[in-house]
């Protein structure tokens, strides 16, 4: 340790000028960390934002030709660090062998050091509980991996019972488990080596909300329990906000702005992170518009000496185009790098997210103007339910069990949609509600039941699907137009409407010459919506379409989805495990739990009144629920 | 290990060698469909180079059923062929089985030797060319299991009897060579030209498998975790094993087609050799024979990889369970 600040000498970690290098250039454009014990700094940024990167250079784990510059001091702590040894007895095994040294890793050599780090020092833990465990070793076996010498087996059971899971489970392969065990298995396994820090990886986003809220609770009790600094990478600014002490936000391999979590998600001082807040979609009320962030993350190395965000920011004067801003103390321990940290609005209360909403500046990606948001504040369209129009779908009795499978997928389904109406099915993994989407557009059979378009149970439906993944939901080898003039082919339609298609779902027509790598995320999934109106479809079957999206995307594809309503007419069953965007997207809502639909109504009145025990718990496991107003 | 004993497992063993004699059945009515599938007629085939007199063929025809309906003489060629009798060899006129028995010795050596060979050398390479992937190590191994892959085996025999057989003298030109060593030493190079390619595919197919398995979560948070490179590699293996026992099973049809090359360029007496002469010859019930003695060899080899799933990988022993 060469320099030695109070605040070091209080931090678990401190990171000095942190650069990732790709190939293609600066990925993490110098960055400063610390993590005191028992703290918890939350790194909140989109796709891109280099958050991730971050964290694998921290852990020595970066890929094949990238690599890290900078200075990682981990000061020596103490067995007797207050707090580490109370709470637990016999927690680790190495409190008792002594004194942690000092270690300060230069975070450009390769190799070597990071057996140091890794494991006793920092842990990191990863978003897919489905993909980070060995599929082939059994539980017990993966978490004693880490332990050396006697008594492994006590150990493994020791840390299984920390993380509330019965010792039998160490038997058990991962497969055996359901996501959220899988989770603790992992977090088990994390905790084998006593590491000081946890890095966690957008450690819940692959769960369910009530899994994500146990975890996140199990998280927070180790926490404390082990006395243990946590950094939690995640694009989640509800999952911050109810978790972090301080939260840094990163866009474009740069820090832009960081603080206590309080200063930095109430009162930004970066227009960046003010309109990310905004982009959250609201769980208590429905907006006409979703505000938007106008444009798309620059690559971090193709950003040149000015600020990363000025591209897309409301604000910029020529001052942000000239020169990098940097960090800036706004106020105590908050600091932002902006020019003009006076002009970020508040975007928390929802009065003014409405109101950023129907800016007319709130246009949406790169010059396509969201005509509908300012003139029609279009009345979402109220379907004159048992009147004279004949409903569009009508599911009645579906039932579904797949072979070899204990419980049903679909137990007795009942669904209707009017024509024009706009019904969102929300529930957890196993809910049965994408097996529901999957038999209505036929892609299952159904074992029992009658699905119905129009009055009809046989004949032409016009019906078609947008999957979660726009990454796999496109032929990677055809280009856009290619996949399109198919889809309009098999539909009847002339390839000469490529263009307007493409105008429809908001992309330039020269986007057809383009094969889906060159697109973002958010514009691929416009490119299978586009596919899936082809065929001048009846019914759009949304099954998780934004799931995979950041946020300031995801609030853009909803636009598009509400906006194609408006112009098309197009009746939307929008299947979805996030509570906000149904109440963004749907007029009625269907709540499923085990195969059942156990609530159904108004959105209104099922995420504003929850009649059901089931809705009830989904909506507390939200993150901040109780803070969102 | 207990539920391998008793349960649904079994049953799956039961199921899985029930469909191999299906298959086996099934094949072997191809196989004799053969000798109607050959040019010209059968009793002419079967009479071979012999002087073709009315008696001659009245002859053949009793002795081999040819006036009885296909599926009755099917039937009886397979009852004996069951029993080891193939009937009699056309060229030399001995019963099949004893001559094909007393080939199998050298075959089965230069085979056995050979898939050792590229797998003992292929896998711990293709294991290494995936660790070091990028680096000069991999670029130098993949680039020579390319060439090895697309050098025929018996253009590789040649220069191998060349270099150092004729060149160099350290091992014998032909032959197949008495007691255990020097029987090894004569069949060292057919072993080696036949595992050159074999190795060169191993290599390939284990790197491409280990360098599959690296890219995965679960190695990121082994090392994430503090666990060694070795131990990473160790979990990394255990995973891999799966695709790599698959294409090892592949690889024993491929063997027996190579085989037949190398045993004609070494001149080595085995089964490959008789195939060869027999095909020129027109020996039709020799290569039945040996076409169903391949079929099983072949069969079998599929069957055991299947096994080898239940105990290689526990997602399909659980599947198993559960069907």
Aim: with cysteine.
């Amino acid at each position: 340790m060469t320099t030695s600040t109070a605040a070091e000498r209080a931090s678990l970690l401190a990171v000095r000028d942190l650069r990732v290098m790709s190939a293609a250039g600066a990925v993490v454009a110098g960055l400063d960390l610390t993590v005191a014990p028992g703290e918890t700094v939350a790194i909140v940024g989109e796709s891109g934002s280099g958050k991730s990167m971050t964290v694998k250079a921290l852990t020595g784990l970066l890929p094949e030709g990238v690599h890290a510059t900078g200075r990682m001091d981990l000061p020596a702590r103490d067995p007797g660090h207050p707090g580490r040894s109370d709470g637990q007895d016999g927690l680790s095994s190495r409190n008792s062998t002594g004194r942690r040294p000092g270690l300060e890793i230069d975070l450009a050599a390769p190799g070597g050091a990071w057996r140091d780090v890794r494991g006793g020092r920092i842990a990191l833990l990863l978003q897919d509980p489905f993909t980070s465990l060995s599929p082939v070793h059994r539980c017990g076996e993966q978490i004693g991996w880490a332990i050396s010498g006697s008594g492994r087996d006590e150990r493994v059971a020791r840390l299984l019972a920390e993380v509330g899971l019965p010792a039998e489970v160490a038997g058990k392969y991962p497969f055996q488990l359901s996501g959220g065990m899988r989770q603790r298995v992992a977090i088990a396994a994390g905790l084998a080596a006593d590491p000081e820090l946890l890095i966690a990886d957008e450690p819940t986003t692959a769960l369910d909300v009530t899994t994500q809220h146990e975890v996140l609770e199990l998280i927070a009790r180790l926490q404390r329990e082990r006395d243990m600094g946590l950094i939690l990478i995640t694009h989640d600014l509800r999952l911050a906000r109810s978790r972090a002490d301080r939260v840094m936000v990163m866009y474009a391999g740069r820090l832009i702005e960081e603080g206590s979590t309080a200063r930095v998600l109430d009162a930004p001082a970066h227009p960046y992170t003010a309109r990310l807040a905004a982009c959250d979609p609201p769980l208590t009320h429905r907006l006409t518009v979703l505000p938007t962030i106008p444009g798309s993350v620059p690559r971090p190395w193709s950003v040149g000496a000015e600020c990363a965000f000025a591209e897309r920011c409301a604000f910029a004067i020529d001052a942000c185009r000239t020169a990098e801003p940097s960090l800036a103390e706004v106020a105590d321990g908050h600091r932002a790098a902006c020019v003009r940290p006076e002009t970020a609005v508040l975007p928390v209360p929802a009065a003014s997210a409405d109101a950023l909403a129907l800016r007319p500046e709130a246009t949406d990606e790169a010059g396509t103007p969201e005509k509908a948001a300012v003139p029609a504040a279009a009345p979402s369209v109220e379907p004159d339910r048992g009147a004279a129009s004949p409903l569009l779908l009508t599911v009645e009795g579906l039932a579904k069990r797949f072979p070899g499978s204990a419980v049903p997928a679909l137990d007795g389904v009942d669904l209707e949609i009017a024509p024009g109406e706009a019904v969102a099915v929300v529930g957890e993994s196993g809910s049965g509600k994408t097996t529901l989407a999957r038999c209505v557009v036929g892609l299952e059979r159904a074992d029992a039941g009658r699905i119905t378009f129009l009055g009809s149970a046989t004949g032409a439906r016009r019906v078609q699907i947008v999957f979660q993944d726009p990454y796999s939901a496109l032929n990677p080898g055809l280009t856009v137009g290619t996949s399109l003039a198919e889809a309009l082919r098999a539909a009847g339609r002339p390839k000469s409407e490529v263009g307007e298609l493409l105008e429809l779902v908001g992309l330039p027509a020269a986007y057809a010459r383009r094969r889906p790598r060159a697109l973002s995320g958010g514009e691929r999934q416009r490119v299978a919506i586009a596919r899936a109106l082809a065929p001048r479809a009846d019914l759009l079957v949304c099954d998780e379409s934004v799931s995979a999206l950041d946020v300031s995307v995801q609030a853009q594809v909803l636009n598009l989805l509400a906006d194609l309503r408006r112009r098309l007419g197009l009746t939307l069953l929008f299947i979805t495990h996030d509570l906000a965007v149904a109440r963004q997207i749907a007029d009625r809502v269907y709540v499923m739990h085990h195969g059942r639909v156990v609530e159904t109504g108004p959105v209104d009145s099922v995420l504003g009144a929850p009649a059901h025990e089931y809705t009830q718990r989904l909506l507390a496991s939200i993150p901040a629920a109780d803070q969102a107003d | 290990m207990k539920r391998l004993v008793t349960g649904p497992v079994p049953a799956f063993v039961l199921r899985r060698a029930g469909a191999t004699v299906l298959l086996l059945l099934a094949l072997s009515l191809l196989v004799f469909a053969l000798l109607y599938l050959a040019p010209g007629d059968v009793a002419r085939n079967l009479l071979g180079t012999r002087n073709v007199t009315p008696e001659a063929l009245a002859e053949i025809r009793a002795r081999h059923h040819l006036d009885e309906p296909f599926l009755q003489q099917y039937w009886r060629w397979l009852t004996h062929a069951v029993t080891g009798d193939f009937g009699t060899s056309i060229r030399t006129g001995r019963p099949i089985g004893p001559l094909m028995l007393e080939k199998t010795g050298i075959t089965a050596a230069t085979a056995g030797l050979a898939f050792l060979l590229s797998v003992l050398v292929g896998v711990p390479a293709g294991v290494l060319t995936a660790v070091r992937r990028g680096r000069w190590l991999d670029r130098v191994l993949v680039t020579a299991s390319v060439v090895g892959v697309s050098a025929p085996g018996f253009a590789v025999g040649l220069l191998l009897l060349y270099v150092f057989a004729l060149g160099l003298g350290w091992f014998p030109i032909y032959g197949t060579g008495e007691g255990f060593f020097d029987a090894l030493w004569h069949l060292a190079l057919p072993a080696v030209a036949l595992a050159l390619g074999l190795g060169a595919f191993v290599v390939k197919l284990t790197r491409a498998a280990v360098i599959r398995e690296l890219d995965q979560d679960y190695v990121t948070f082994a090392r994430g975790r503090g666990l060694s490179e070795a131990a990473t590699l160790r979990i990394v293996l255990r995973n891999a094993a799966i695709p790599i026992v698959t294409s090892l099973g592949l690889m024993v049809a491929y063997l027996f087609g190579g085989t037949v090359l190398i045993e004609v360029t070494f001149a080595l007496p085995g089964l490959g050799s008789l195939m060869e002469e027999s095909v020129l010859f027109k020996d039709i019930p020799v290569v039945q024979a040996l076409t169903l003695a391949v079929a099983l060899v072949v069969s079998a080899t599929a069957f055991l990889v299947d096994l080898s799933y239940l105990i290689i990988d526990p997602r399909v022993r659980a599947r198993t369970v559960r069907r």
